[in-house]
């Protein structure tokens, strides 16, 4: 079985988080999938190349994880994300929370995908159609002191 | 002594490569270290301000100091989801 949380060079497919997270007292799951947009800041993206710090990425994706099971009661939790070159429209990230009921599902999976976008040690650089590219982030990162 | 330093995004370009070995003075902090890198590469000046470290796969302050051995990556803005 693969584990719950991981950084992956493989195309992604949600059902492949269903394994790392059944539980049958479980009612309620949220999934959330992130896809490439096709246009960003007005340009059309032509590819996005993602880099991940995997062993670090993996670590804070398992610590997000325990923090969503003990801030919301949820019994199960995986975050996997892609890394290399994705186009518009497939997955770069995958979340599923197994959940006694859907309240708590809906809003761990809300948290651990914010978690993981503010801490976790991975890059996405955006190539436009016109040739121009940029590397994103910074909007709600880790504290710098 | 000596660190191993991997670089991504902004500094695996700016830099040529995916990692070295660095040799710093034995009370070198994670931001000297910082500042000891950015300084050999044109194209990272300024980015100091907008770059956390990791050492051995925890953030530290910039303050902290280096050990034989230690592990260390400079986060520049992160963008996962």
Avoid at chain 1, 112 to 140: F, H
Wanted: hydrophobic share 40%; glycine share 8%.
């Amino acid at each position: 079985m693969k584990p719950a949380c991981s950084i992956t060079e493989q195309p992604l497919d949600p059902a492949d988080l269903k394994p790392a997270i059944q539980d049958p007292s479980c009612g309620g799951h949220s999934i959330f999938v992130g896809t490439v947009r096709k246009r960003n800041h007005e340009k059309e993206v032509f590819r996005l190349e993602y880099q991940a710090y995997a062993p670090m990425a993996e670590k804070v994706f398992s610590e997000i994880a325990e923090e969503a099971k003990e801030k919301f009661g949820v019994k199960g939790c995986s975050i996997v994300h892609r890394v290399g070159i994705l186009e518009p429209g497939e997955i770069s990230v995958a979340v599923a929370i197994a959940s006694e009921h859907r309240k708590e599902a809906f809003a761990a999976c809300q948290y651990v995908v914010s978690e993981l976008k503010r801490r976790a040690p991975i890059w996405k650089k955006e190539v436009y159609r016109d040739g121009t590219s940029a590397w994103l982030g910074g909007e709600e990162n880790v504290e710098l002191d | 002594m000596k660190v191993k330093v991997l670089y991504f995004a902004q500094f695996r370009e700016g830099t040529g490569k995916t990692e070295e070995t660095v040799e710093v003075s034995s009370d070198s902090s994670a931001g000297d270290l910082l500042g000891q890198i950015v300084s050999k590469f044109h194209s990272l000046a300024g980015i100091e301000k907008r770059v956390a470290v990791a050492v051995n796969r925890e953030v530290v302050k910039k303050e902290a100091r280096l050990k034989e051995g230690d592990e260390v990556v400079f986060l520049s803005p992160l963008a996962g989801g």
